[in-house]
């Protein structure tokens, strides 16, 4: 059996300390925050006393991207010691961004048709799609950009540095789930079901990539196509292209939360996590535990 040689680690007690995975976490987040608040006061003292309606939504919208993202260009990548940048802009980023958006798309229309099917959710008509863009910029945008960013990379990424890719992916899951138990109509089965499902599902996106396009396409998309077919987006009632009712039993229509509290959701979008958790596995994209490493480098991205 042969020896493997960990190199030696020569870096100083401060440095270790500083590029210690959950202190890098920690200053990632304190960072993104940062750059989150520059741009609300921006919003708060710039474009809302000047710009009112969809105007106003798109240039929101797109300062809070602009800023947190050139947060995460500038700085937030280059923390650690495992240095590797989640956003690249290339022509992978297209791709990923748009085959994830039809991802999570399709996944929600299947959890609709299925819906339709047991009898909960029936189209009553057409609407005049005045959320528009409330739709694809705040609820398709701004949610798979800002909520991806730092769910996936920041909170994700560095506790699996630390953990590893299982115990980061299920305490992150968990605290997404639970970051929408202020919305409307949440309740602890809402909160636990995004976890699984959603938590799951971006989750694995990111990790089976190496990249947050993918989890960001897959997001937006869920996003704007639940819009689309007037389901509420996490409790948040939406008026679009088409009118609609989702009525009945809890588990099967959401109990006023929407179709991501329902069993649809927990099997159809947790199934397609699950996919790519084994996807994910076969390409070696897996990270073991800090301690299980041994010293040795991060072979996954």
């Known amino acids: 059996m042969n020896d493997v040689t960990v190199p030696a680690d020569d870096r100083s007690v401060w440095i270790k300390i500083w590029q210690f995975p959950l202190v890098v976490m920690v200053a990632g987040v304190g960072l993104f925050a940062a750059a989150a ?10 474009i809302y006393p000047n710009f009112e309606g969809p105007i106003e939504d798109v240039l929101s919208v797109a300062i809070i ?13 280059r923390l650690g ?10 022509m992978r980023a297209v791709r990923d ?17 299925l819906a339709a099917l047991a009898g909960v959710y029936r189209l009553t008509g057409m609407d005049g799609f005045a959320d528009a863009v409330e739709i694809i910029f705040w609820f398709g945008i701004y949610a798979g950009f800002f909520e991806e960013l730092v769910m996936r990379g920041i909170i994700l990424r560095w506790i699996e540095e630390f953990a590893g890719s299982w115990i980061a992916l299920a305490l992150s899951a968990l605290i997404f789930g639970f970051l929408h138990a202020g919305n409307d109509n949440a309740t602890f089965f809402s909160s636990l079901a995004i976890s699984i499902e959603a938590g799951i599902l971006l989750g694995a996106a990111y990790m089976l990539t190496r990249s947050l396009w993918l989890a960001i396409g897959v997001h937006a998309g869920w996003n704007v196509v639940q819009a689309l077919w007037d389901i509420p987006v996490s409790g948040n009632p939406t008026e679009g292209p088409v009118a609609a009712t989702l009525e009945g039993h809890w588990l099967l229509a959401g109990g006023g939360f929407g179709l991501e509290a329902t069993i649809f959701a927990l099997v159809v979008a947790t199934g397609a996590g699950i996919w790519m958790l084994v996807l994910a596995h076969r390409r070696g994209k897996i990270v073991k535990p800090m301690w299980s490493r041994k010293g040795t480098e991060i072979t996954a991205y």
């Open 65 to 77: 991207v602009l800023i947190t993202g050139l947060s995460y260009k500038l700085l937030i990548r």
């Open 37 to 46: 608040a520059a741009g609300g006061a921006f919003l708060n003292y710039v």
């Open 97 to 113: 961004t748009a085959v994830g958006f039809g991802i999570g798309g399709l996944l929600i229309s299947i959890c609709v048709g």
């Open 81 to 90: 010691r495992k240095k590797h940048d989640d956003l690249p802009f290339d």
